[in-house]
């Protein structure tokens, strides 16, 4: 399968810091990536979809504003959160799909915010 | 955010026992795909299925597409200590877009 990296693997950040996360696809070109947000023994919550070139989608009640997309190239999307807060901790997860493909996840980033 | 009705919830096995969980869904959908996330890792890919009807094997793992294309189900035969982790079911609908909604997650656990 295509492989997707996330950097960095955990994050601990002060109160009304930012945190830029990355995520890359290694072996494939992907127009459109897609970022998750996970809770503890919770599933997957789609956060917004990355479109290459153009603006993210985000999904209802989704800060655009505090989650920030940027899918700069076919292989790299990188989510940053903006001042960031202790309710804002959580495991971000993103995923990309070479064209007419399935979706394949990163390793994701657990972001703890102090 | 929209969420895909998994069940079980939860399992504990005896190991050499065979699994089954299922989705379902109102909606109809174009694709299922199943994942297995371990701890601290993102979800790992094991069977895609594309059309109704279609049932497709991994190894041990088999997987159907429901004529209605509103569900799904994996099953896990002859089930070892390492198929230990959360499985989620994740359907593309027919709307166009080429986002996934995820099952609320099986958590699978094998006592050996």
């Known amino acids: ?41 919770q599933s997957l919550m789609l956060m917004a979809t990355s479109n290459e070139g153009s603006k993210a989608t985000y999904e209802q009640g989704v800060e655009k504003d505090k989650f920030l997309i940027n899918h700069a190239s076919l292989t790299l999307s990188t989510l940053t959160v903006t001042s960031a807060h202790p309710e804002d901790s959580s495991f971000y997860i993103c995923s990309a799909s070479p064209p007419e493909d399935e979706q394949f996840f990163g390793p994701g980033t657990r972001l703890t915010v102090l | 955010g929209q969420q895909l009705n998994q069940s079980p919830q939860s399992m504990f096995i005896q190991e050499g026992e065979d699994v089954s969980m299922n989705c379902t869904s109102s909606s109809i959908f174009n694709t299922w795909l199943w994942y297995k996330q371990e701890p ?20 041990r793992l088999t997987a159907q597409f429901g004529i209605t294309r509103k569900d799904s189900f994996l099953n896990i035969s002859a089930s070892i200590p390492s198929d230990v982790g959360i499985y989620f079911c ?5 709307s166009g877009t080429y986002k996934y909604i995820f099952g609320t997650g099986t958590r699978l656990k094998v006592l050996a």
């Open chain 2, 40 to 59: 601290g890792e993102g979800p790992v890919l094991l069977i895609a299925l594309y059309k109704a009807g279609e049932l497709t094997s991994n190894g």
């Open chain 2, 90 to 94: 994740a359907g593309q609908p027919v």
């Open chain 1, 1 to 41: 399968g295509a492989v997707v990296s996330q950097h960095p693997s955990r994050v601990i950040c002060k109160s009304g810091t930012s945190v830029k996360i990355e995520c890359r696809s290694l072996d494939f070109q992907a127009t459109t990536m897609f970022w998750y947000r996970q809770f503890p023994k």
